[in-house]
């Protein structure tokens, strides 16, 4: 019973950042219906292989858990822009860069050859 008691707070630990934002499949649900699919023109999440629904900004910097901050990814590129954001997460949570930061003051502080797939999200607008 220790050991699994162990395991658990150590799994706890070993949280992503962004593993504690309140989520809601509704914000996603509302952007698939106004923005079809790629690839099938369907206007569910459910009914688009290959794409992923993923957010522009990280709600771990601040990004917000609405449509407007949504887009239709291809699940390879997701996959590798993931990637970045638990790196910048875990920057955010250790205070490495601050939480609260504007798109533009954000985006000053990823260099490019390290974050290109969150730059080319969301910085290219600022």
């Given amino acids: 019973m220790r050991y699994i008691l162990?395991?658990?707070?150590?799994?706890?630990?070993?949280?992503?950042?962004?593993?504690?934002?309140?989520?809601?499949?509704?914000?996603?649900?509302?952007?698939?219906?106004?923005?079809?699919?790629?690839?099938?023109?369907k206007r569910s999440p459910a009914g688009c292989t290959n794409f992923v629904i993923d957010h522009l900004r990280p709600l771990c910097s601040g990004g917000r858990d609405v449509p407007e901050n949504m887009m239709w990814q291809r699940k390879p590129e997701s996959l590798r822009k993931d990637r970045e954001e638990l790196r910048l997460c875990r920057k955010?949570?250790?205070?490495?860069?601050?939480?609260?930061?504007?798109?533009?003051?954000?985006?000053?502080?990823?260099?490019?050859?390290?974050?290109?797939?969150?730059?080319?999200?969301?910085?290219?607008?600022?």
């Fill in 6 to 41: 162990t395991m658990l707070a150590a799994a706890a630990l070993a949280l992503p950042a962004h593993a504690e934002i309140a989520r809601s499949s509704v914000p996603k649900r509302q952007y698939a219906a106004e923005h079809p699919c790629p690839s099938t023109g």
């Fill in 92 to 126: 955010i949570a250790a205070g490495v860069i601050p939480k609260g930061l504007s798109d533009v003051h954000l985006c000053k502080r990823l260099p490019a050859a390290s974050y290109p797939m969150l730059r080319n999200a969301f910085c290219v607008k600022t």
